[in-house]
């Protein structure tokens, strides 16, 4: 195609779908406008072109244009002065580019009253959105991965691109030889086939066709005297002023267009879409499917028809704010009572209402004479007790999101939900100052404890909470306006037990509705103590208006907890509740024996015991009941996404195990929760329509559930967040808990595992549940997992047993279980057929609750292992 630009007319090599809709008798939605980076070219965007013609019809039938731009691809090559690289007056700037996107859109004789839609990569990331800027009256709408429209030129550049930018190396690198395309094509997530990158070659096989890479990095506007400078700050300052929709794509490994450009773009675009691909780097277009993603979100926002509007449920009782409960509890005849209470080896810390209420105003005078303001998002870097608890509620009493991704995920997963939240602020204790440091992660860094300068410096920390709580609080704080309810309060992070870690945004309503659902339904009250074994009911206390009390454990290993520790928190805060994962209270029963006379008296005044992250088993709660002979002993189901769903009690759960249903019983709907079902297909896969749960009682289905308790959403996870929500039923707005199970004619839930573990063998889907909860029963075996190996729709059942303590179920160093294991595994498992049992040390499990095993990893070992592969540990 021949278009004229500003020196002429040129001729563009052009991949345009628009023929082959008309072939079709369709006539095109909306266009799309392609435009990719150095050093690749239109072949790129293969998939999106690919992806719009397959699935094109009556409703969405979306052209798509994709050119190579001058002097790269097949496009005309322009004239270089010699040696053929890039000299000062010969590569093709900014201000042209725009120039020859303006003559190919008159060329291409776009359909105007259709939606004009931008996407643009790497630096034609750069060029679509100013070209959008420019054209904002014709353009509808615009879609990025990853790119920058401004780098600060007092920073340099990133180290990718300084050596090949430097000028002495600039030809070398570009034209002269490949190195510049062949790192470019190295960053792929685990390389690329032989054939695609021989494509992406394709067009650069010569120096001679190498011009255009080298003109490329030349015109970076690094400097503020680089001759594109002025252009790129005019359209980058005019994002501030889109007003219409925009999605970003990002890949956050990408060595050049680092998560510092992505979170400059969401400055300047605040309202824009975002999905970030966890593990995916700079060749985005060749790590993930972006495809399902772009016309997914273009099919939301160019929707014709009605707007579906839906609502949660009414909340268990009346909403307060956050901090309300604490005003109260400090102005009442409570208010030298304690608040928290903390106890670790060396001794027990408490607070009381009056002075945690006078820590937080101190904090949030200190924070906000800092900076911090409404909105910003901060880091918690504290461990679990009192400290943490004034923080994090100085942080919502100035309207700050708290970010908690705790060490429970481990450095790798830290590090990387830290940088997909991008905090504004760091608060933390010296080691998690110094990691931060050390990894380069965002924020500006408050210390907890007063550093000396040379350590202020090292962590670059500029103040700290012990001097802030020093200079008290001020009238500063009476200025600052209490939240809105709907604005942002907490990102919580997901245990990352299967797959990334994902961030959990609630706002202050859905937070303050979990406080009143908890109050409801287990009596929670004002003037109540609570040990916290499980660190969100600890921060969730002064909400209550009860005392938390943080027992002496290592906060990222549950199974730490001991009975003397629950007793010794127990008599220290005069508790009457105990919140704690399986995994803790396994560990507390294993450690019970030779508890003393006041140890045990203190764990006989405990009135409730509650375990959440994982089911119980019966035969546990029993030998926990002796422990608590007072305490109601309860088992809500719940997930970050929503703590508290069902309940149900020790009581309960043998009734219902009476009726020999498949799986874990987790009780019935607490109050202002629904639930509906979508049925699995003979293939695992959910039904796109819902059922009421009483419909068809027993059908393995996926859960879903609606409360106002539930997340406000996923945090920079457009498409998961828009998978993980189901509206068109009743009115109500749904989330997909990605859970498994059924319920039974008693209106009972019954959680048969995840849905991303089920087992589609030859005689339908079947949940790990259904097999693990009767195996599980077995005297000699402590935990199993049951894994499908083998195609989807063939799958084989495998059980993979961790046994108990001092038992030896293998043959010699073989993972293959004793034949008379095998047996008594079969028939527990008797409407299920197992095809093979195998015997591991210890099943993966996460960090955080100890509990939650990794069926993804089993099923992988497990096929290497049938397979006659080398045998390790899974």
């Known amino acids: 195609m021949t278009a004229e630009s500003s020196d002429g007319p040129h001729t563009f090599h052009v991949l345009d779908t628009g023929p082959l809709l008309e072939d079709r008798g369709l006539r095109p939605t909306g266009t799309i406008l392609a435009l990719h980076g150095n050093p690749t070219w239109s072949y790129m965007w293969r998939a999106v072109l690919e992806a719009s013609v397959q699935h094109a019809g009556p409703l969405s039938a979306w052209r798509v244009i994709a050119p190579d731009q001058l002097d790269m691809g097949f496009s005309d090559r322009l004239a270089h002065t010699e040696p053929p ?19 190919l859109a008159a060329a291409l004789d776009l359909d105007l009253d259709k939606p004009v839609v931008t996407l643009g990569h790497d630096w034609g990331g750069a060029i679509s959105l100013a070209w959008a800027v420019r054209n904002s009256e014709t353009v509808d709408a615009v879609v990025s991965l990853n790119t920058a429209v401004d780098h600060p030129t007092a920073e340099a550049v990133p180290p990718a691109l300084r050596a090949a930018m430097a000028p002495g190396v600039l030809p070398s690198a570009t034209v002269l030889t490949d190195a510049f395309l062949r790192v470019t094509l190295s960053l792929a997530d685990g ?104 016309f997914t979100w273009l099919g939301d926002t160019f929707r014709e028809g009605e707007t579906v509007t839906s609502v949660s449920p009414p909340a268990a009782e009346e909403v307060t704010a956050l901090h309300h409960q604490l005003d109260q509890m400090a102005a009442s005849w409570r208010r030298d009572a304690p608040a928290a209470v903390q106890l670790t080896d060396e001794h027990t810390a408490q607070v009381s209402w009056a002075e945690l209420k006078s820590q937080v105003d ?11 303001r409404s909105g910003d998002r901060v880091s918690l870097l504290v461990q679990p007790g009192n400290q943490l608890t004034a923080i994090l509620y100085a942080c919502l009493r100035l309207g700050a999101v708290a970010v ?17 939240a991008w905090p504004d602020w760091v608060i933390g204790e010296r080691p998690g100052l110094l990691v931060a440091s050390a990894l380069g992660w965002p924020g500006r860094r408050i210390s907890v404890d007063a550093l000396t300068p040379r350590t202020a410096r090292i962590v670059s920390a500029e103040a700290s909470v012990e001097r802030l709580l020093r200079r008290g609080s001020s009238t500063t704080l009476e200025a600052v306006p209490v939240p809105d309810p709907e604005a942002h309060a907490a990102i919580l992070f997901t245990s990352g037990s299967t797959g990334p870690a994902k961030g959990v945004v609630y706002t202050h309503r859905r937070l303050g509705a979990l406080v009143a659902l908890l109050r409801h339904t287990f009596a929670v009250n004002p003037g109540a103590s609570l040990i916290a074994g499980f660190a969100p009911f600890a921060l969730l206390g002064p909400a209550i208006g009860a005392t938390s009390v943080t027992p002496d454990m290592t906060v990222t290993k549950p199974a730490t907890l ?26 507390v029963v294993a450690t019970s024996e030779g508890l003393s006379a006041d140890q045990t008296a203190a764990l006989h005044r405990i009135r409730l015991v509650l375990s959440a992250g994982a089911p119980v088993h019966p035969d546990l709660l029993d030998r926990v009941q002796q422990l608590f002979p007072e305490a109601d002993l309860h088992t809500p189901y719940g997930m970050t996404e929503g703590l508290l769903q069902t309940d149900i009690t020790r009581q309960q759960i043998h009734t219902a ?11 019935r709907a607490v109050e202002g929760v629904e639930f509906a079902v979508a049925p699995l297909d003979e293939l695992g896969e959910p039904s796109e329509s819902l059922s009421e749960p009483d419909a068809d009682p027993g059908v393995l289905s996926e859960i879903v559930v609606s409360a106002a308790h539930l997340k406000a959403g996923y945090d920079r996870l457009w498409l998961t967040d828009r998978k993980s929500r189901r509206d068109r039923h009743r009115g109500l707005l749904w989330h997909r808990t990605g859970d498994i199970g059924h319920f039974d004619t008693a209106g009972r839930l019954w959680i048969q595992g995840r849905l991303q573990h089920v087992m589609t063998t030859p005689a339908g889907p079947i949940g790990p549940g259904a097999v693990e909860t009767r195996v599980d029963t077995l005297p000699e075996i402590l935990r199993s997992a049951a894994v499908g190996v083998g195609p989807r729709g063939t799958q084989a059942v495998v059980v993979i047993i961790e046994p108990c ?7 010699g160093s073989s993972p293959l279980a004793l034949p008379e294991l095998s047996r008594r595994v079969r028939e527990a498992s008797v409407d299920v057929p197992v095809a093979a049992v195998l015997v591991v040390d210890n099943l993966p499990t996460d960090i955080r609750h100890n509990s939650k095993i990794d069926r993804t990893a089993l099923a992988e070992w497990s096929d290497r292992v049938l397979s006659g592969d080398r045998v390790c540990a899974p």
Request: glycine share 10%; charged share 20%.
């Open 85 to 103: 690289a890039p000299a000062a007056t010969s590569y093709r700037r900014l201000s042209q580019r725009l120039a020859d996107l303006d003559g």
């Open 404 to 420: 908690v991704a705790d060490a429970g995920l481990g450095l790798k997963g830290m590090t990387r939900a830290v940088r997909s």
């Open 805 to 811: 303590p001092g038992h030896r179920l293998s043959v």
């Open 657 to 667: 195990m009476e009726t020999e249903q498949l799986g874990v019983c987790v009780g």
């Open 362 to 372: 101190s904090l949030a005078t200190g924070f906000y004479e800092q900076g911090m």
């Open 191 to 294: 390389g690329l086939p032989s054939e695609v990158a021989g494509a992406y070659r394709a067009p650069y096989v010569s120096r001679w066709s190498r011009g255009g890479i080298g003109g490329f990095v030349a015109d970076i506007p690094a400097t503020t005297q680089h001759v594109s400078r002025n252009v790129l700050e005019e359209h980058s300052a005019g994002l501030r002023e889109w007003k219409k929709p925009a999605l970003l794509m990002w890949g956050p490994k990408d060595p050049v267009f680092r998560d510092r450009y992505l979170h400059d773009l969401l400055a300047r675009l605040p309202k824009a879409d975002l999905h970030r691909f966890e593990g995916a780097g700079h060749l985005l277009a060749e790590d993930r499917d972006i495809a399902k993603v772009l």
């Open 562 to 587: 001991t009975a003397s520790a629950v007793a010794s928190a127990a008599a220290a805060g005069e508790a009457t509740m105990f919140f704690g994962s399986p995994a803790a209270l396994a560990n």
